[in-house]
Structure formats: C-alpha cells, structure tokens
C-alpha cells in the first residue's frame, strides 16, 4: 500500500494562476481531508469529504474548491492564487470506524 | 471553534534529559492524539488516548489524558536526537456520525547529541 500520496511535492505559481492538487488514498477510506500548516498556525482544515460526491467546508475554506468524483481522489483546486495561499497543504484519509487520520507527505506552494 | 493550547512552544534539551510538554483545552474532547511530524513529512500518529485518566506508554514517551478529557500531557524519559521534531496535538469531536479533528499549534522539540 501506498497510503495516501500528494502530486505535486512543490509548485510555484505567480498571483492569478490556477491550480489543482491532486490527493490519493489506497486504503479504502471514506473520509478525506485537506489542510494547510503555516508557522505559528499548526493544521488548519480547509475541506474535508465524509464520502465519493460530498464534500464540506472546514475552517478556512475561502478561496479554495474540493471534489470527491472518486472515492479513492480528493481534488483541492485553486481558482485565482494569492500570496496569501502560500502553504504547505496536507491531504489525510481516515477509515469509517475509526478516528486515525493518515496524512501526505504535502505539497509545498509558493504564490508570487 | 475548540481551541487546543499547546506548551511550551519551542523546546531545546540535551540528549538524556527528561522532559514534559502540555495539551490544553477548555473544551472536552472525545478522544485525543498526539502526532509527531518532521521536516518534510506528514505528521504520523503516536497515540490515541480515548478514556479520562488513561495513561499510555510507548517505549520511552508516556501519555495521559486528563481526568476530564480537556488535557494531555506527554513525557519523554532519556531523550535521544531521534525525538527531535514537531509534536501535534489533536483533539476529536464527534458530531453524528462525523468526527472532526482539532489542531494545536505544535511544540518543536529539538534534542542535541
């Protein structure tokens, strides 16, 4: 098993750009997360889905936009970058019957 | 929002030492968890304590959780350089059939040969 992979490790984007991060999980997993680490933040949720086709707002979801087509990907999309996005972003899954979150090994975002 | 305290921040101790680090919270959580993570990588799970008062060890590092599940604490004994890293706390709310976790900011804890 895989576990749950991150593509890209590192992007950067000027201001404006679009971009889509991509999230797998090889475990079967019904719950998927995504968050950003900023320094003196901790792990902040963005997004998360309890299913394929749900998804949710966490607790800092503005400017950012999920989808779970496939229960095994969960898609973070940003529409219009801002330097303000520049993060580290962490995708996590978690099985149904338990409260164990798996976590990527991230995505490095710089926004100039 | 719950809010998870973490203490203290920044941590820098010779290899050997002793050492005890906090998870504060007002709130009451269903079961909380103590993730490590280093430069680099993801944070990995250490231990889940779910049970007021339980106490958990795993090889040298020994957690609890408070008697009233809003607090934990985590000691090492003999700390090596390879405890070197960022330590998260997290607590769970379970709301239906969700559960959600939530964040501390981190203790980094730096341990010198």
């Known amino acids: 098993n895989a576990g749950v992979t991150q593509t890209p490790k590192f992007r950067v984007l000027k201001t404006g750009q679009s971009m889509t991060l991509l999230c797998a999980q090889d475990m079967n997993h019904e719950y998927m997360y995504w968050y950003r680490q900023d320094p003196g933040m901790g792990l902040r949720l963005i997004h998360y889905?309890?299913?394929?086709?749900?998804?949710a707002k966490g607790e800092v979801p503005d400017g950012y936009n999920v989808s779970r087509l496939k229960k095994q990907n969960f898609l973070l999309g940003l529409e219009s970058a801002a330097p303000s996005q520049t993060s580290v972003y962490f995708c996590a899954s978690r099985g149904l019957a338990e409260e164990t979150q798996y976590f990527g090994p991230g995505t490095r975002l710089l926004v100039l | 929002t719950q809010l998870l305290e973490q203490s203290p921040q920044f941590l820098s101790i010779q290899e050997g030492e002793n050492l005890t680090v906090y998870c504060n919270s007002s709130s009451v959580f269903s079961s909380l968890q103590w993730y490590r993570q280093e430069p680099g990588e993801g944070p990995v799970l250490l231990v889940t304590?779910?049970?007021?008062?339980e106490v958990k060890k795993l090889k040298r590092l020994t957690f609890q959780f408070g008697d009233a599940r809003k607090d934990s604490s985590l000691h090492i004994t003999a700390a090596q350089p390879g405890d070197t890293g960022l330590y998260l706390c997290?607590?769970?709310?379970?709301?239906?059939?969700?559960?959600?976790?939530?964040f501390g900011k981190g203790i980094t804890l730096s341990v010198r040969p």
């Open positions: 304590v779910v049970t007021g008062g």
């Open positions: 889905s309890v299913g394929e086709g749900t998804t």
């Open positions: 997290a607590g769970a709310l379970v709301v239906g059939a969700n559960s959600k976790l939530t």
